[in-house]
Every structure is written in structure tokens, then in C-alpha cells.
């Protein structure tokens, strides 16, 4: 079965950084978006940056400038890499691909179980 697992969350001071990755794994054919939610306690959960299979970027406003989105096609493989982080970025941040699995002709969407960002004042 094809699953989506994230990494690299943890706890960090204001204007510091960190990398998450997310790594796509079973029977994949292609992936053709890859992109990081998040979600604080109380809130919806939000599109934070995304990624298309040509590389095309896009990005919420609240992050533009300090955050880059990445992928490896050949690892299957989406990062976040999160710079100058402040309080109100918390939150636990999900990894979600739209792909085609090797024995299903069209996409499918999919999503990572999450890891916890927590940026302390």
C-alpha cells in the first residue's frame, strides 16, 4: 500500500530553522503534487506550500520568503525547508501527494500521519 511518512518536526526558538521531509513510498507509478498542510490546535488545517510535477511553486502568504518547497522525483521525496520561524508557525504539519499507484490508472490523493513544529518565543 502506498503511504506517505514525514520527518524532521521537533521544537526550535524563534529564527531558527527546520527541514521536514516527507518521503512516498509502495507501488507508485508518478506523483503528481506534492504539498505541506498544518494545523494549530483550534484552527482548520491550512495549505502551506505546494508543488507540481514540473516543479511549478506556490505558497501561503504567511510563509512566502522563509519557507521553500522541494522535491526529488527519483527518491519520491517532498521537503519543506523552514527558515526564520516564528510562535505562530506551530503546528503539526502534513505531507499530502496526489499520485498514480503502479496497478491504478488515475490519481489518487494521499496523506502523511503528520510531525509536530514547535517554535518557542
Known amino acids: 500500500q502506498v503511504q506517505l511518512v514525514e520527518s524532521g518536526g521537533g521544537l526550535v526558538p524563534a529564527g531558527g530553522s527546520l527541514r521536514l521531509s516527507c518521503a512516498a513510498s509502495g507501488s507508485i507509478f508518478s506523483i503528481d503534487r506534492m504539498n505541506w498542510y498544518r494545523q494549530a490546535p483550534g484552527k482548520q488545517r491550512e495549505l502551506v506550500a505546494a508543488?507540481?510535477?514540473?516543479?511549478?511553486?506556490n505558497y501561503a502568504d504567511p510563509v512566502k520568503g522563509r519557507f521553500t518547497i522541494s522535491r526529488d522525483n527519483a527518491k519520491n521525496t517532498v521537503s519543506l525547508q523552514m527558515n526564520s520561524l516564528k510562535p505562530e508557525d506551530t503546528a503539526v504539519y502534513y505531507c499530502y501527494a496526489t499520485l498514480r499507484p503502479l496497478y491504478y490508472s488515475a490519481p489518487r490523493d494521499y496523506w502523511g500521519q503528520g510531525t509536530q513544529v514547535t517554535v518557542s518565543s
Open positions: 508543488i507540481t510535477g514540473d516543479g511549478t511553486t
